[in-house]
């Protein structure tokens, strides 16, 4: 039997394999990024690239060792495909860096490549201790609390601080993170385990109008006090994104739940409702929406805080980009305010072009669509919710952001995945992904019977 045991899992290793040469040719594609920067630049190849490529391809090798250890049946092209955008985000703050772009205090290269560590650390910790993902339902409104309390603690008298006339940090001394990127993942968590065991009331139908079932009017206290408290975030701590990202979560979560369509018109309804009032009431709310439907106005342009002069400078990078970019190292990225944070993302579309950007979302959807797929595999219902839970925010954070700094919708203080430097979103990220892997892992394992199978099946070939 032992025999059968140490032969039991050749599939996995085959695919830690693959796994490993696109972890390599990820690295690779970052080098060359580095090169081209350096080249572009000043004639020269980085002197630093060699550091980083170590730096990073160490990383990412300690990353597969931990993954290929303790999730050995993961999806093989999760951990690739953020390695290529957290390389590419390193390749930009390179490139400002060495522009003279003003960053923030602390901000650099080396930072980044640190605080990349540090997400890996959190990834392989998450792996090492949670070995079943399915404790977390039993922790449903201990998250549920966390997650209140980390999006609330800002407003904290003494602890929270307000930068760029949002109040969504808390400070340590001359430290600061968003708790807020914590709260999602938390809230997530309670989000999945409250609709497991919610969801066959709140999946009952009331009254008919037209062709929607709606809702029993005594399940709509769950969905109230969720647009209370987004609500209370966009006008208290003036954070959209944050606002967005919470209500918009919980609404998708419950449609998943419930397969009711009246949940979604509902919760759009009651947000672009909401947001309107506060909009006619608080002028900081207002301020942002008139700002997003005439970003030329000279009104705005100048304006201190909530002004639309980063918005137009962002606009006008990517046009100069065009379709194929300017080229790594030959744009001017540098006149984008926060280029390296809230704008990495214009600030690579003048470089890289709408082709550069469209391959940028296309690889954000590939990890998205292998985290649906993960939801789709997985055996019992908390799974499912949590999977498509975590890969609905990451792909709503995309969104908020990228339709933020387009003028699609109006600006939010949320980042670019992976990308944008900072502490809080990375590291908050990388635990993300650890979830999504540890559920893949649980979801294309095969049953105990069917390994031992396997097993029985090679001792009796050889």
């Known amino acids: ?191 999945a385990g409250y609709l497991v065991a919610k969801r066959d009331v709140l999946a009952l139908a009331g009254r008919r109008l037209l062709f929607i079932d709606l809702p029993r009017a005594r399940d709509l206290g769950p969905v109230i006090i969720t647009w209370a408290v987004a609500i209370g975030v966009l006008v208290m701590q003036k954070d959209l994104g944050s606002s967005l990202l919470l209500f918009g979560g919980f609404v998708v979560m419950l449609y998943v739940a419930t397969q009711r369509t009246s949940w979604v018109l509902i919760g759009i309804l009651l947000f672009v409702g909401g947001a309107f009032l506060a909009g006619q009431i608080f002028s900081h709310v207002g301020d942002r929406f008139d700002v997003w439907l005439d970003p030329g106005s000279s009104a705005y342009y100048d304006r201190e805080y909530g002004g639309s002069y980063q918005i137009m400078q962002g606009l006008f990078g990517l046009g100069a980009g065009g379709i194929l970019g300017t080229g790594l190292g030959q744009g001017h990225p540098d006149l984008i305010p926060l280029a390296f944070s809230d704008f990495i993302f214009p600030a690579t579309g003048e470089e890289l072009g709408l082709t550069g950007i469209m391959a940028l979302l296309m690889i954000y959807a590939l990890i998205v669509e292998r985290g649906l797929r993960t939801s789709l595999a997985a055996r019992d219902p908390y799974s499912k919710l949590l999977a498509s839970g975590l890969s609905f925010i990451l792909a709503w954070q995309v969104f908020i952001i990228v339709g933020g700094v387009t003028n699609l919708i109006p600006l939010t203080g949320l980042v670019t995945p992976f990308m944008s430097q900072g502490g809080s979103a990375l590291l908050a990220n990388w635990i993300l992904i650890a979830l999504l892997v540890r559920m893949s892992d649980a979801a294309r394992r095969p049953p105990p019977q069917a390994i031992q199978n396997e097993g029985l099946t090679q001792v009796f070939q050889r």
């Open 1 to 191: 039997m032992s025999e059968v045991a140490a032969s039991a899992v050749p599939m996995p290793a085959k695919r830690r394999g693959a796994q490993l040469i696109m972890l390599a040719l990820a690295v690779l594609m970052v080098m060359g990024a580095y090169a081209n920067v350096g080249l572009a630049m000043n004639d020269t190849i980085p002197a630093s690239m060699l550091t980083y490529g170590l730096s990073l391809g160490g990383l990412m090798l300690a990353a597969y060792l931990v993954l290929a250890k303790f999730a050995p049946w993961a999806d093989p092209l999760i951990l690739p495909l953020v390695t290529l955008v957290n390389g590419l985000g390193l390749v930009m703050i390179y490139r400002l860096e060495n522009s003279g772009a003003k960053l923030q205090s602390g901000a650099s290269t080396t930072s980044q490549i640190i605080m990349t560590g540090a997400g890996v650390v959190l990834f392989a910790v998450t792996l090492l201790v949670l070995r079943d993902h399915r404790t977390l339902q039993r922790l449903t409104y201990t998250a549920g609390l966390v997650g209140v309390v980390l999006l609330i603690s800002p407003l904290v008298p003494g602890l929270g601080k307000e930068i760029n006339g949002a109040r969504i940090w808390i400070g340590f001394g001359a430290a600061s993170i968003q708790p807020a990127e914590f709260a999602k993942i938390a809230l997530v968590v309670f989000f």
